[in-house]
């Protein structure tokens, strides 16, 4: 049924199931009527549906039949007038009104209000009085909002007070300690902020305390350690803070990038709920009392400039899951106790600039699936020990310049499934063992400078589906196991400057539906056995600068959709057997300057699938500026060059040769040639 546009205001005032009001656009000026209530507000330009008639640019106010809203959303808008007579009005959430300053006093009488929400209302400065029903109260970027007031205490029912990223707010009142209900009190981004009142210790219900980013925050209150329900706090990125009373029903505690705090409190160990810790300080030790920590389950230790080494005592924390240590550049050793973490599932050690070994005891954390060692780069070799990690599922090691060996253990690692070895520049070899890693899905050996081969062993792995190697210069080729990798899918060749061959063996890898071989600047040429490979998809050959020809033979890859050639200098025709690929559906082919001409079979490919030729400084058939024009006008040109025809005319016409004036078929050759119009050649 169509409905003119006068009818719409009376149509939405017959909604009176309606629970949930949306208020999107800019606001019109209201149209007198005796019998308004609240306004409504117009779309803005080109959000109306086009099947609904437009409203009018200035919409009469509802109904009092929508007294019954409980939730209205305000986007960008400013608010309506009738606010305060919207009874049953249990979620308010305000959006981007940059000018609002205030709230309008009426909402204090709504009785039924629950939560006020508002987002991105920059000018926002103060807040009603009333509002004693609310249980949430969440102001998010209002950062013009300097302070709170004391009637704040008021708010009994008040369970979630979220003030995020209110850059002006300096304060915050000392009635906040009457809000005996209050369960989350979130203050991240309060970068003024400098202190919290003392009447924080009187929040009984207090469990989430969020401080993250108070750049200018030097210490919370010491009744703050009263709080006997306080589970979670979070002092991230507080660089001021120079102390930290003891909390210890603490669940989770995160003190990164704390820069001023000196020390922990020595009795932390007395905080035996505490699963969660995140650690910068600048002492030269953790206390001893950390072992304590029995419940402890994941501990992170990021930037501690000033620590030599961890507490013994750490071998007691027997539910840790998760050790990270990031940017600690003074610790040189990791205690032999780490080994007693039976439950430990993820090592990782990141950027520890003086640590040079690992401990023996590693191979004894019997659950121990992650091993990540990454930028530890005085860190010479591997324990042997590392071969009994049963569990080990994914080793990452790198960079680490001083690395000279991995051990031959490496191969008892019977269900590892990722091998990262990166930016190892002083390792010359991989270990034969390489080839016992039976479950190995996934080899990536990545800027090994001093890497002379691989070893043949490479060839057992049968259940590698993805093998990178790349930045490897001193590497001369792979080896002829190669062909073996039978379950292998994505083979990827990346700044091998030595590697002059790619092995026969290339043929055999049946599953191979990705080749990339990427700045291998010293590679001739690829095997005629490429053709081999009937599960190929994509080719990638990109600034091969030796490269002098591709294999007829690719002729044969059936199941080939992308070939993209790019920057192989060298390279000086393409292979006529180009048009025999049925599946191709992109051939892009650029910064081939030494390219002179393109072969005829490019006819047989479809138009789309001539992706782009761009860059060929060399090439002469067909001309550049007939290329340039796109592929149908290329197409265009080799049809008309290559008329089976016209060889045929050419060679009855040389037999002819002695004849006074050329023969007819010569004749018709010239004319086709001399003088036909422009256009059949276009």
Known sequence: MDYETHDLPGLLAKLTALQVLTVDGSLGRSAPDDNVTYELVSHPPGSWPRRLPRPPETMPRL?????????????????????????????????????????????????????????????????????????RLDLDSCIELTALPESLGELQALRMLRLVHSHALSRLPESLGQLASLETLDLRGCSALTRLPESLGQLAALQDLNLNS?????????????????????LFACPALTRLPLVETLSALDLRWCSALAELPAQMGRMTALTTLKLTVMAARLPDSLGDLTMLDTLELDSCDGLTELPETMGGLAMLTQLTVQRCNALIRLPEPLGHLPKLTLLDLMSCGALTALPVSLGRLAALTSLRINGCE????????????????????????????????LGQLTVLTVLN????????????????????????????????????????????????????????GLPASLGQLAALTKLSLDNCHAVTVLPESLGQLAA?????????????????????????????LLACHALTRIPDTVARLT???????????????????????????????????????????????????????????ALVFPPRHVVARGAVVMKHYLWDHHHPLKILLLIMAGRRRRMRRPSNELWLLICDEYFTTPASHS
């Open 214 to 234: 108070c750049h200018r925050l030097t210490a919370l209150p010491e009744p703050v350690s009263g709080l006997s329900l306080l589970t979670a706090l979070d």
């Open 512 to 540: 191979l539906r990705t080749l990339d071989v990427t700045y291998c600047s010293a590679l001739a040429a690829l095997p005629e056995s490429l053709g081999q490979l009937p599960s190929l998809h994509a080719l990638t």
């Open 378 to 409: 005085m860190v010479t070799a591997l324990p042997e020990s590392l071969g009994q990690l049963a569990m080990l599922l994914q080793l990452r090691v790198g960079p680490a310049n001083a690395l000279v060996m991995i051990p031959g253990s």
């Open 63 to 135: 109904r009092p039949r929508l007294h019954r809203i409980r939730t209205l959303f305000v986007f960008s808008v400013r608010l309506p007038k009738g606010l305060g007579k919207l009874a049953s009005l249990e979620t308010l959430n305000i959006r981007n009104y940059h000018t609002l300053t205030e709230l309008p006093e009426a909402l204090g009488g709504l009785e039924l209000l629950r939560a006020i929400e508002i987002r991105d209302c920059y000018a926002l400065k103060r807040l009603p009085p009333g509002l004693r029903q609310l249980t």
């Open 421 to 476: 070895i990166f930016g190892c520049w002083a390792l010359t070899r991989l270990p034969e063992s390489l080839g016992q890693l039976a479950a190995l899905t996934t080899l990536h050996i990545s800027y090994c400078g001093a890497l002379l081969g691989l070893p043949e062993t490479l060839g057992r792995l049968g259940r590698l589906d993805t093998f990178c190697i790349s930045g490897c210069t001193t590497l001369a």
């Open 559 to 617: 199941e080939l959709a992308v070939l993209d050639i790019n920057g192989c200098s060298a390279l000086t025709n393409l292979p006529e057997t180009l048009g025999g690929l049925a599946s191709l559906t992109m051939l892009r082919v650029r910064n081939c300057s030494g390219l002179t001409r393109l072969p005829f079979a490019l006819i047989e490919l479809y138009d789309d699938v001539l992706a782009g030729f761009s860059g060929l400084a």
